[in-house]
């Protein structure tokens, strides 16, 4: 089956370390892979994602995600965190001959000052 | 451009009613979707659309209905108001052309069942 995992209910990072989100996903097929963050009382924002070609994606707001295949991982990174940058993030997968998308249970991000 | 846009943004229901959750996007996506979003779990897909006059089910469909009879709407009915709905629910929309389009968001509608 379809789905994604997100390892970590909760991330805490000080401000100006570097920060990992990790997410795993189930094998079946190509998956294209998104990051998507949320703030509190606000819909999901898009951050970046991968379709194809090289392993290393660039987004916003100094992201970047990282797609490992034969881990069938797509961690998201950041080499200097912010304290805005606390919020909840998803992770999501969808295939190319699938309609749906399968989104993880989200991790929760807390930058301390 | 409003994007997609949810309305209303607060309700409070009784056990038993019914109402309808709108939702609208003005960026002529033909992909439209319904989440919930409840914690430790993240969002879940109850239906979704992939264009005018068709709709199909996701994950959790049962005490749901939808229809989509233009391309810029998706309402969402509760058929009979339940506290398992109690929930913030999450209205998206994309290019279906092609899978890899990422989805644009609403900004919820958080319902209360009691």
């Known amino acids: 089956a379809q789905s994604v995992a997100q390892p970590e209910d909760q991330v805490k990072v000080a401000e100006g370390n570097p920060l990992t989100v990790k997410c795993t996903y189930s094998v079946s097929g190509n998956p294209y892979l998104f990051w998507y963050v949320q703030y509190p009382n606000r819909g999901l924002q898009f951050l970046l994602k991968y379709i194809t070609g090289d392993n290393l994606v660039k987004g916003s707001y100094g992201f970047e995600a990282e797609f490992n295949k034969s881990q069938t991982s797509f961690h998201l990174k950041k080499p200097s965190a912010l304290v805005s940058d606390s919020a909840l993030y998803f992770c999501?997968?969808?295939?190319?001959?699938?309609?749906?998308?399968?989104f993880g249970s989200g991790t929760k991000l807390n930058v301390k000052p | 451009n409003a994007g997609v846009t949810q309305t209303p943004k607060f309700q409070v229901l009784k056990t038993g009613q019914s109402m309808t959750l709108q939702c609208a996007q003005d960026?002529?996506?033909?992909?439209m979707s319904w989440y919930r979003q409840d914690p430790g779990m993240g969002l879940r897909l109850i239906h979704y659309s992939v264009g005018a006059g068709i709709t199909d089910q996701g994950e959790v469909p049962n005490g749901y209905n939808v229809s989509r009879s233009t391309t810029e709407d998706f309402p969402l009915r509760l058929l009979s108001a339940a506290p398992s709905q109690t929930s913030v629910y999450f209205c998206?929309?994309?290019?279906?052309?092609?899978?890899?389009?990422?989805?644009?968001f609403g900004p919820g509608t958080r319902l209360t069942v009691l």
């Open positions: 998206a929309s994309s290019f279906a052309r092609a899978a890899y389009n990422e989805q644009f």
């Open positions: 999501a997968v969808r295939y190319y001959n699938f309609n749906k998308f399968y």
């Open positions: 960026m002529n996506h033909e992909y």
